[in-house]
């Protein structure tokens, strides 16, 4: 990789950055979407990120490191028996997709959490 391929990143994620706030701060709020929220809702909002964003969290760093162990053992029985590396190497991507598959599983759930709540109807009035 040669050396300036960062600035491009950086100056690219600047770009993004300075494109996204200008098109979201364009955004209008008018007196007809306020709503009225019950005692308690905002503590219950603040409860739901937290609890969405570090099982997401939690959930990551699982799959990141089971997917280390799992890469590291095949690598390493490959290398004792080169002869069924295409069968080991087909059984790692299938145990690879299904840890992934878990994690994916957790960002849906802290999705539904952050943006489409069951429970708001209890604290929206």
Do not use: C, H
């Given at each position: 990789?040669?050396k300036g ?5 950086f ?5 993004v950055?300075?494109i996204s706030s200008l098109?979201f701060g ?6 007809a979407?306020?709503?009225t929220l019950?005692?308690g ?5 603040t ?9 997401l969290?939690?959930?990551?760093v ?14 390493e029985?490959i290398?004792r028996?080169?002869e ?14 299904f840890?992934?598959?878990l994690?994916?599983y ?6 539904i959490?952050l943006f489409?709540n069951p429970?708001?109807k209890?604290?929206?009035q």
């Amino acid at each position: 990789m040669k050396k300036g391929y960062w600035i491009y990143g950086f100056f690219g994620s600047l770009i993004v950055v300075s494109i996204s706030s200008l098109v979201f701060g364009a955004a209008e709020s008018t007196a007809a979407t306020a709503v009225t929220l019950a005692p308690g809702a905002a503590d219950f909002f603040t409860k739901s990120v937290v609890v969405a964003s570090s099982g997401l969290v939690i959930v990551a760093v699982a799959g990141a490191l089971s997917q280390m162990f799992s890469i590291r053992k095949a690598l390493e029985g490959i290398a004792r028996q080169p002869e069924a590396g295409a069968q080991l190497q087909l059984s790692m991507i299938i145990g690879l997709a299904f840890i992934e598959s878990l994690v994916l599983y957790v960002l849906f759930i802290s999705i539904i959490l952050l943006f489409a709540n069951p429970f708001t109807k209890y604290f929206i009035q």
